[in-house]
């Protein structure tokens, strides 16, 4: 009744503002910039720069400025050409509350002078990758039904990434790998991981920790990873944030799904410009709308400072830090809320990132230096029916830190129709932990009480070249990468992880083009596992083993002029030497979608693993009017615990996913978005009943254990879920911007049953003095979600 009444008030809310908004005219700024040569940073006059997709433009001056005038607010991309340079398409960018300032490099083209050069589709603006990357601009960002702005929810929609609908989480499963195969960068500088609430060891959360008002565009890889991006099995999502505008200050407030933030851009002085964000939420609202007894509250904030000391010279320093803290209700309104508080610890976490970029361009050559250094501290407490005050009731206290510094240098160098690129990075990881647990192992309880405190080091070296034919009829790219760690001699050698890649494109046609790409990519397992100690011993130092995965991926896109794309892609991946679970014979690969830590426990690295599949996508896009995209994956994902067993169907084997969405812009700056998502049953694993109910084994984690002699035999129905949009946009007085947006999730609030849940009663069994008495809860997920969100800015 609530929820009813929620969407009456919504309802009569955006009437009311489309009443108000009917006579409202469009609203114009300027947009200016300067166009300079890519390799020798002099300034370019004559180019013609226009807005991409409209007769609107203008020529750069004798110094290389431009100014196009009565451009009208909203998102936009610019396309900036000129006789002996290739053509550029820009990323997009906001027009709002006041005019833009946007530099533009172009490349030399190598063609004769007067030779038209053609066009390729975006799938190929990223040499070394082929196949498998997206890139996700401002429109989406800002528009995706359902997703709220947070980048990790925006991926989902695209070719191979699953979503999870029994759980509000933002866990990346892409390809039938597991949430901990996936790595962030931002502006070049590494993220540990990009979500609040993280699941220590692997890489997913309830809500995204990096604010998407900062956010210029993110490339998305699900294969192919470029040399310079290591230990990923799975994917690399390499996030590109604005730059300040160097003319004019600005601010941007925003109340979203979850938080309120305030935002702020600028400049510094002439050579300066910065970027600042804070953010708190209000993430304990929603959950409890949504009904859960956990109440999770966070706050972050996010910096950019870019300066150039000359047209050769650029130094950006970024920080990005969250504090997370989560508490459970003290009383759970009906039995589902009481089983959750059960089970699930307290957790505060604290995390930041701090890094320099330091770019030369050289001519022909760009040298570039990283250096960073991470920090999360994650603490898990849980009593035994959440009573604090006796002692004896401790079940879990965990403490443990992580550190990382990173040292990253890169030399990319072009000559004609060449390109290479090589480095090294060097990294010092140091890790600590205290933690007591109660464990039932073997049939017995165990107290696992142990401190750790160890770094070690760990390097890298990367080389890549690119060829690209005159006429863009044929790309290729072969690289290599070496690593190694001095953890322990199975890892020091870094030509036991030598990783060979190379990658073809081909026009087969004016609009069909053939790609591929085959690899092989290894990732460290997870501190926590590195870390973990028993008897005063790492009982894992001995047997593990870089994660290797070997990976071949190959395409067709097809493009009808500008605006409509179609791509096929098939994928096969093989893994090895995956950490497995000596407790439950379970990869490490097949956990971490839920809450707490992974890996902290007896491991060998034996376990394999393999998934395959294909994937299609449709995209339609006409420039400030229309985005409509259609995705099919059809794959499935198996592991095995040694080369002599068979294979059984991972954690992460849905088999299809289904996506349509899109958005369009009306006139007076509404727009209306909508997406619906379809995916495949996941498997599951049903409860061990006759362990479950002993009282020692509820004691110790009150929730049910699973059967893993059955594991992931039983499998959920399919879900399906519609996500609708509206935005509205008002510009005042020319320098101010009010946007209003209802985002409505799962309109059809559609359910998907899961299994039954089994949890004491709390009374003993007059049958059975070692058992409690057990009930059956059924449990459903899938939730209607409305939100209001606001921004302004001025």
């Given at each position: 009744?609530?929820?009813?009444?929620?969407?009456?008030?919504?309802?009569?809310?955006?009437?009311?503002?489309?009443?108000?908004?009917?006579?409202?005219?469009?609203?114009?700024?300027?947009?200016?910039?300067?166009?300079?040569?890519?390799?020798?940073?002099?300034?370019?006059?004559?180019?013609?720069?226009?807005?991409?997709g409209k007769a609107q433009g203008a020529y750069t001056d004798s110094v290389g400025n431009f100014t196009i005038s009565r451009v009208p607010s909203g998102i936009h991309r610019?396309?900036?050409?000129?006789?002996?340079?290739?053509?550029?398409?820009?990323?997009?960018?906001?027009?709002?509350?006041?005019?833009?300032?946007?530099?533009?490099?172009?490349?030399?083209?190598?063609?004769?002078?007067?030779?038209?050069?053609?066009?390729?589709?975006?799938?190929f603006l990223v040499a070394e990758s082929p196949v498998g990357v997206r890139t996700i601009g401002l429109q989406e960002i800002e528009k995706s039904p359902g997703a709220n702005?947070?980048?990790?929810?925006?991926?989902?929609?695209?070719?191979?990434?699953?979503?999870?609908?029994?759980?509000?989480?933002?866990?990346?499963?892409?390809?039938?790998?597991?949430?901990?195969?996936?790595?962030?960068?931002?502006?070049?500088?590494?993220?540990?991981?990009?979500?609040?609430?993280?699941?220590?060891?692997?890489?997913?959360?309830?809500?995204?920790?990096?604010?998407?008002?900062?956010?210029?565009?993110?490339?998305?890889?699900?294969?192919?990873?470029?040399?310079?991006?290591?230990?990923?099995?799975?994917?690399?999502?390499?996030?590109?944030?604005?730059?300040?505008?160097?003319?004019?200050?600005?601010?941007?407030?925003?109340?979203?799904?979850?938080?309120?933030?305030?935002?702020?851009?600028?400049?510094?002085?002439?050579?300066?410009?910065?970027?600042?964000?804070?953010?708190?939420?209000?993430?304990?609202?929603?959950?409890?709308?949504?009904?859960?007894?956990?109440?999770?509250?966070?706050?972050?904030?996010?910096?950019?400072?870019?300066?150039?000391?000359?047209?050769?010279?650029?130094?950006?320093?970024?920080?990005?830090?969250?504090?997370?803290?989560?508490?459970?209700?003290?009383?759970?309104?009906?039995?589902?809320?009481?089983?959750?508080?059960?089970?699930?610890?307290?957790?505060?976490?604290?995390?930041?990132?701090?890094?320099?970029?330091?770019?030369?361009?050289?001519?022909?050559?760009?040298?570039?230096?990283?250096?960073?250094?991470?920090?999360?501290?994650?603490?898990?407490?849980?009593?035994?029916?959440?009573?604090?005050?006796?002692?004896?009731?401790?079940?879990?206290?965990?403490?443990?830190?992580?550190?990382?510094?990173?040292?990253?240098?890169?030399?990319?160098?072009?000559?004609?129709?060449?390109?290479?690129?090589?480095?090294?990075?060097?990294?010092?990881?140091?890790?600590?932990?205290?933690?007591?647990?109660?464990?039932?192992?073997?049939?017995?309880?165990?107290?696992?009480?142990?401190?750790?405190?160890?770094?070690?080091?760990?390097?890298?070296?990367?080389?890549?070249?690119?060829?690209?034919?005159?006429?863009?009829?044929?790309?290729?790219?072969?690289?290599?990468?070496?690593?190694?760690?001095?953890?322990?001699?199975?890892?020091?050698?870094?030509?036991?992880?030598?990783?060979?890649?190379?990658?073809?494109?081909?026009?087969?046609?004016?609009?069909?083009?053939?790609?591929?790409?085959?690899?092989?990519?290894?990732?460290?397992?997870?501190?926590?596992?590195?870390?973990?100690?028993?008897?005063?011993?790492?009982?894992?130092?001995?047997?593990?083993?870089?994660?290797?995965?070997?990976?071949?991926?190959?395409?067709?896109?097809?493009?009808?002029?500008?605006?409509?794309?179609?791509?096929?892609?098939?994928?096969?991946?093989?893994?090895?030497?995956?950490?497995?679970?000596?407790?439950?014979?379970?990869?490490?690969?097949?956990?971490?979608?839920?809450?707490?830590?992974?890996?902290?426990?007896?491991?060998?690295?034996?376990?394999?693993?393999?998934?395959?599949?294909?994937?299609?996508?449709?995209?339609?896009?006409?420039?400030?009017?229309?985005?409509?995209?259609?995705?099919?994956?059809?794959?499935?994902?198996?592991?095995?615990?040694?080369?002599?067993?068979?294979?059984?169907?991972?954690?992460?084997?849905?088999?299809?996913?289904?996506?349509?969405?899109?958005?369009?812009?009306?006139?007076?700056?509404?727009?209306?978005?909508?997406?619906?998502?379809?995916?495949?049953?996941?498997?599951?694993?049903?409860?061990?009943?006759?362990?479950?109910?002993?009282?020692?084994?509820?004691?110790?984690?009150?929730?049910?254990?699973?059967?893993?002699?059955?594991?992931?035999?039983?499998?959920?129905?399919?879900?399906?879920?519609?996500?609708?949009?509206?935005?509205?946009?008002?510009?005042?007085?020319?320098?101010?911007?009010?946007?209003?947006?209802?985002?409505?999730?799962?309109?059809?609030?559609?359910?998907?049953?899961?299994?039954?849940?089994?949890?004491?009663?709390?009374?003993?069994?007059?049958?059975?003095?070692?058992?409690?008495?057990?009930?059956?809860?059924?449990?459903?997920?899938?939730?209607l979600l409305p939100t209001i969100g606001l921004t302004f800015e001025f």
């Amino acid at each position: 009744m609530k929820i009813r009444a929620y969407l009456v008030f919504l309802f009569i809310f955006f009437i009311s503002i489309f009443s108000f908004s009917r006579g409202t005219a469009q609203t114009t700024y300027s947009i200016r910039g300067k166009v300079i040569d890519k390799t020798t940073r002099d300034p370019l006059p004559f180019i013609s720069v226009n807005v991409y997709g409209k007769a609107q433009g203008a020529y750069t001056d004798s110094v290389g400025n431009f100014t196009i005038s009565r451009v009208p607010s909203g998102i936009h991309r610019l396309q900036a050409s000129s006789l002996g340079y290739k053509t550029l398409i820009t990323p997009e960018y906001i027009l709002s509350a006041h005019d833009l300032y946007v530099n533009i490099e172009l490349e030399e083209n190598t063609l004769q002078l007067g030779e038209i050069l053609v066009s390729i589709p975006a799938s190929f603006l990223v040499a070394e990758s082929p196949v498998g990357v997206r890139t996700i601009g401002l429109q989406e960002i800002e528009k995706s039904p359902g997703a709220n702005r947070d980048i990790s929810r925006i991926v989902q929609s695209y070719p191979g990434v699953a979503f999870s609908p029994t759980s509000y989480r933002n866990d990346l499963i892409v390809r039938g790998g597991g949430p901990s195969e996936n790595r962030f960068y931002m502006d070049g500088v590494e993220i540990p991981n990009i979500n609040h609430f993280s699941t220590q060891g692997a890489s997913g959360g309830p809500v995204g920790l990096i604010n998407a008002d900062l956010i210029r565009e993110v490339n998305f890889f699900t294969s192919a990873f470029p040399s310079n991006r290591g230990n990923a099995l799975s994917s690399v999502m390499d996030i590109s944030l604005r730059d300040g505008n160097p003319q004019k200050q600005s601010f941007k407030g925003t109340v979203g799904a979850s938080e309120v933030s305030l935002a702020s851009n600028g400049f510094i002085d002439d050579k300066t410009t910065y970027l600042v964000s804070v953010r708190r939420s209000y993430l304990e609202f929603l959950f409890k709308a949504l009904g859960l007894p956990f109440l999770p509250t966070f706050t972050d904030a996010q910096f950019k400072v870019k300066r150039r000391f000359s047209e050769h010279h650029e130094l950006t320093l970024l920080g990005l830090g969250g504090i997370d803290d989560m508490n459970l209700s003290d009383s759970p309104k009906d039995e589902d809320a009481e089983y959750i508080v059960g089970f699930l610890p307290q957790i505060t976490q604290k995390t930041f990132t701090l890094g320099a970029v330091y770019k030369h361009y050289a001519g022909a050559h760009v040298q570039t230096v990283v250096v960073s250094h991470n920090f999360l501290n994650n603490n898990n407490t849980k009593y035994r029916n959440n009573a604090d005050t006796y002692p004896d009731s401790l079940t879990l206290r965990l403490g443990s830190t992580e550190q990382d510094t990173r040292l990253r240098f890169e030399d990319l160098y072009v000559s004609g129709n060449w390109e290479f690129n090589s480095g090294v990075s060097l990294n010092y990881s140091q890790y600590r932990n205290n933690t007591f647990q109660k464990l039932l192992l073997k049939k017995a309880i165990q107290e696992i009480n142990y401190r750790t405190s160890f770094g070690f080091l760990r390097w890298g070296i990367f080389s890549r070249a690119t060829y690209e034919a005159p006429d863009e009829q044929f790309i290729a790219t072969a690289s290599v990468r070496l690593d190694g760690a001095d953890y322990s001699d199975k890892m020091r050698n870094p030509l036991q992880q030598f990783s060979p890649r190379l990658s073809l494109s081909y026009r087969l046609a004016d609009d069909l083009y053939w790609s591929g790409a085959l690899g092989r990519y290894y990732q460290l397992p997870p501190s926590t596992a590195m870390g973990f100690q028993l008897g005063g011993q790492f009982i894992n130092k001995s047997d593990l083993r870089y994660m290797l995965s070997d990976q071949i991926s190959t395409g067709l896109t097809y493009s009808i002029g500008k605006r409509i794309e179609l791509t096929a892609e098939l994928f096969y991946k093989r893994y090895d030497n995956i950490p497995l679970s000596l407790n439950d014979s379970i990869p490490l690969t097949c956990k971490g979608n839920d809450y707490g830590v992974i890996g902290n426990e007896a491991l060998t690295s034996g376990a394999q693993g393999r998934s395959y599949g294909f994937e299609l996508l449709a995209e339609w896009r006409i420039p400030e009017i229309l985005m409509l995209s259609s995705s099919f994956t059809l794959f499935k994902s198996e592991y095995r615990n040694s080369a002599q067993d068979p294979y059984l169907v991972s954690s992460w084997d849905n088999r299809y996913i289904f996506n349509v969405r899109g958005t369009y812009n009306f006139s007076r700056n509404w727009s209306l978005g909508m997406k619906y998502s379809l995916i495949g049953g996941a498997p599951y694993t049903p409860y061990d009943l006759n362990k479950s109910s002993l009282i020692t084994a509820w004691d110790v984690q009150a929730r049910p254990y699973f059967d893993y002699s059955k594991f992931n035999t039983g499998r959920y129905n399919a879900f399906g879920q519609l996500d609708i949009r509206v935005d509205k946009t008002f510009y005042i007085r020319n320098r101010y911007m009010l946007g209003v947006y209802l985002d409505i999730q799962n309109i059809t609030n559609s359910k998907l049953h899961e299994q039954d849940v089994v949890m004491s009663t709390g009374s003993i069994d007059p049958v059975d003095n070692t058992r409690y008495v057990m009930k059956r809860l059924k449990r459903d997920s899938g939730t209607l979600l409305p939100t209001i969100g606001l921004t302004f800015e001025f």
